[in-house]
């Protein structure tokens, strides 16, 4: 008889898992607060950086923490709460901040994320899932040339590690993608990794759902998990708005929500919400003034991603709290950034704002595997901040491996 796995949480994190599970043989459950992928991969950046994954954790931080925190248009933004969680994540954070930890979780990201590409590729050869997928490469550019010299110091990095990338100029940028060309006096130069890709996170989740209800797994929507069941060093159940759920093994991928049952769970997650926020505006698929190359304009921190006939654009990092609203000003200056880029892409008659919260550790690494302090049959696989889509199937592979 198969052994049977609770996952906790239907983002694409937890779908993936559920699909690589059943593909190992287990009897899977999913279950969620809400519809699946309704969370923090609904509207995400929509990017598959695979090759690209530079940590938030950066030495150039320190250089830019004024400016991040004080101005009034800064992509990073901080509500001090009175909740001890954020002041201990934000030291933690700054500790991070430094060449060794910043080196060390680019290779550990860079292992992962090639592992994940492996996965998802083969996912998608095998289901064919309909979600806008493109493999038409990223250009990360940088306005100021002290920060594009700084990341000539990652890319130098990344290569030894493997990664086909190259420093491009200006006019490289527009010749790689024509639609910059209004924008090429304000590039001191960019970063071309060629081999990235898009797609659209909630149509993927969505095929998931289908592939994985075809194969019989059963699907707990609009459920909350309440609490847990412990009995001595096993978890025994979960306490859920729709009654007990057990199971052989549970596994946690609950996002920025998994440190409140991380906590009943006898561990203290280092995970904290990092508010985000996109507009998706339909742009003519043959328009030649909306990007078909990925782009990410670091200064702004916000990046674009062309998903069918839509131009995803999404960005910003806040630490709010738990909070869900949607400011004005927020989504203003999201139009901005793509006016100042790609003035010509769309109307900006429809802009479809979202915001989700990107459960993100210190360092940028996901927490994924069992814990000490943990029952046993618990596995964790969150934490894994603005990345999640990006590393969802690779995580999901490790997943087999601790239940095996």
């Known amino acids: 008889m198969a052994k049977q796995v609770c996952v906790m949480g239907a983002g694409i994190v937890g779908l993936a898992t559920a699909y690589r599970l059943s593909d190992a043989g287990f009897d899977v459950t999913v279950v969620d607060r809400g519809a699946p992928g309704g969370g923090a991969s609904a509207g995400n950046g929509a990017q598959l950086s695979y090759s690209y994954v530079q940590p938030l954790a950066d030495p150039a931080i320190w250089g830019q923490l004024p400016k991040l925190l004080f101005s009034r248009s800064s992509p990073l933004k901080l509500s001090p709460q009175l909740d001890p969680r954020q002041w201990r994540w934000g030291l933690q954070f700054l500790a991070a901040c430094n060449a060794a930890t910043s080196r060390s979780t680019t290779v550990a990201l860079l292992a992962l994320a090639a592992q994940s590409r492996v996965a998802f590729e083969r996912m998608m050869q095998r289901e064919a899932l309909d979600c806008d997928f493109s493999a038409t490469g990223k250009l990360v550019l940088y306005s100021a040339a002290a920060s594009f010299r700084s990341a000539t110091r990652q890319l130098a990095l990344q290569q030894s590690l493997g990664v086909v990338q190259r420093a491009v100029d200006a006019a490289e940028c527009v010749a790689i993608e024509p639609a910059l060309t209004h924008y090429q006096p304000h590039i ?112 702004r921190k916000v990046v674009f991603a062309r998903i069918g006939e839509r131009l995803r654009v999404a960005g910003m990092a806040e630490l709010v709290g738990d909070d869900a609203t949607i400011p004005d000003d927020r989504i203003a200056s999201l139009v901005a950034s793509t006016r100042a880029l790609f003035p010509g892409c769309s109307s900006f008659a429809e802009l479809h704002p979202w915001t989700g919260m990107r459960p993100a550790t210190p360092t940028g690494l996901p927490v994924v595997g069992r814990l000490a302090g943990a029952p046993k049959n618990l596995v964790f696989n969150t934490g894994h901040g603005a990345l999640g889509f990006t590393l969802a199937f690779g995580t999901a592979e490790a997943m087999v491996k601790s239940l095996g």
């Open 188 to 299: 001191a130069g960019a970063i071309h990794t060629p081999s990235e890709c898009a797609a659209d996170c909630l149509k993927t989740c969505l095929g998931l759902v289908d592939v994985l209800r075809a194969r019989g797994v059963r699907f707990m929507a609009d459920t909350t998990v309440e609490g847990l069941l412990r009995r001595g060093d096993q978890l025994a159940a979960l306490k859920t708005t729709r009654g007990e759920i057990t199971a052989d093994h549970f596994v946690m991928a609950l996002g920025a929500l998994s440190p409140r049952l991380g906590r009943e769970a006898g561990v203290d997650l280092p995970i904290y919400p990092l508010k985000g926020y996109s507009i998706t505006v339909p742009t003519d698929l043959a328009a030649a003034d909306a990007p078909r190359v990925n782009v990410t304009d670091s200064a």
